[in-house]
């Protein structure tokens, strides 16, 4: 059971309130296990309480009764589960020529997917807006209950993205813009990094984790979660890690001298490299162009090694995720290991290895960290979800 606590936006701010949020993230965390009277113990609210508190998020269909449980004398005790027939969610991503979205259930069963490809240029709020309004258009008037989109750039409180390089966006209100056009759902961006980071909360066991991703594809960046809230920093900036100094002499497009990206970006790491010379260095065949494509790789994991051992020291944090489009990369395997061996070799006598490993759901983190972060901003609530990411890559597209 994992420790409960109050998420730092809830919906509303009374006692009563916290006492639902408290009560829905119990019988979330405890999936199907949970009576009445075990949320009574785990939340230390009086059981009359929790009674009270339960018929009403039956009313509201967030929780319903699952199974009966027999025991020795009295009736069987009556489960509770989350409700995943009513409430949806929308998670949204926006990546290099795509947008991509799914509908989801609030346990994180997906329903329905839409993607539509676009140039980065392309990709405006009433674009994003058109596919969302698609994967909606046979949902019953009232079910969904939040759309939760993942994009590139620093992104504040308000769905205000500050500054996205690659889409020439700055200062562009997203998330009041795509509401204006769905009719007012509510809409909760996210930066993509830290979307990542949230489904892997999302998919563990402990819903009060620690997760720190790292994300690679055009640029460099991380997504920061601890002790199961997400670390946005006094500028909303956190986890620009792409833009630290990694002793090299090449510009960054940021117009900085040495920046991490030039080197352990994913355009940065195939350098001229053709999918010929990327099979050649996976062959393990030895020529020039595999020796240099190698040296990148292993430049890359290089520093990447020395960033994640400051991140370790700084945060306490022993496991790493990667996330992004280098987790689909052919080279993403070889980058993984040759970070690991070189964070093997800065092991401190006594402590755990350093690690770095795929995100859970692969490409599919984000969309499903989006939801999750939806989620959390209507329902005040990290819902611990089910997913199956080979099952995922099955789902048919159903809109276009
Ligand atoms: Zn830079």
Not at 338 to 355: K, Y
Request: net charge neutral.
């Amino acid at each position: 059971m994992t420790q409960l606590r109050f998420t730092q936006k809830g919906t509303k701010s009374s006692i009563r309130a916290r006492n639902d949020v408290l009560v829905l993230q119990c019988v979330a965390a405890a999936g199907s296990r949970f009576a009445r009277s075990d949320v009574a113990r785990h939340t230390g609210l009086p059981a009359a309480t929790v009674s009270e508190i339960v018929a009403d998020l039956i009313e509201r269909r967030l929780v319903r009764e699952g199974g009966r449980q027999a025991q020795r004398v009295g009736k069987p005790r009556v489960l509770l589960e989350l409700d995943d027939t009513h409430h949806l969610f929308v998670g949204v991503q926006v990546t290099g020529g795509r947008v991509h979205a799914s509908r989801l259930t609030l346990t994180g069963r997906v329903e329905q997917i839409a993607t539509a490809p676009h140039q980065p240029g392309e990709v405006t709020p009433s674009v994003i807006a058109k596919t969302v309004r698609q994967l909606l258009r046979d949902t019953d008037e009232g079910s969904v209950a939040g759309i939760g989109v993942a994009v590139p750039g620093i992104v504040g409180d308000d769905g205000l993205i500050r500054a996205a390089v690659n889409y020439d966006w700055s200062m562009l209100p997203m998330g009041p813009q795509i509401s204006e056009l769905c009719d007012g759902l509510p809409v909760h961006v996210v930066n993509d990094a830290n979307a990542v980071a949230l489904s892997e909360v999302a998919l563990s066991v402990d819903s009060a984790g620690t997760v720190v991703v790292i994300w690679i594809g055009t640029g460099v960046g991380a997504g920061i979660v601890l002790d199961g809230r997400l670390y946005r920093g006094a500028e909303f900036r956190s986890g620009e890690i792409g833009h630290v100094d990694a002793g090299v002499s090449l510009r960054c497009r940021c117009g900085l001298i040495g920046c991490l990206e030039t080197i352990a970006a994913q355009p940065s790491i195939h350098g001229d490299a053709d999918e010929a010379v990327v099979g050649r260095y996976l062959a393990g065949a030895d020529d020039a162009e595999v020796r240099a494509l190698g040296e990148r790789v292993t430049r890359a994991a290089r520093e990447l090694a020395r960033l994640l051992s400051t991140l370790a020291g700084t945060l306490d944090v022993t496991q790493f995720i990667l996330g992004g489009p280098m987790t689909s990369d052919p080279l993403g395997p070889a980058l993984v290991r040759h970070v690991n061996e070189a964070l093997a070799l800065r092991v401190m006598s006594g402590f755990a290895p350093l690690t770095l490993r795929f995100s859970t759901l692969g490409t599919h983190s984000v969309v499903f960290g989006a939801a999750a972060h939806a989620i959390r901003q209507e329902l005040g609530v990290m819902v611990a979800m089910t997913s199956d990411a080979t099952e995922r890559d099955q789902i048919p597209t159903g809109v276009r």
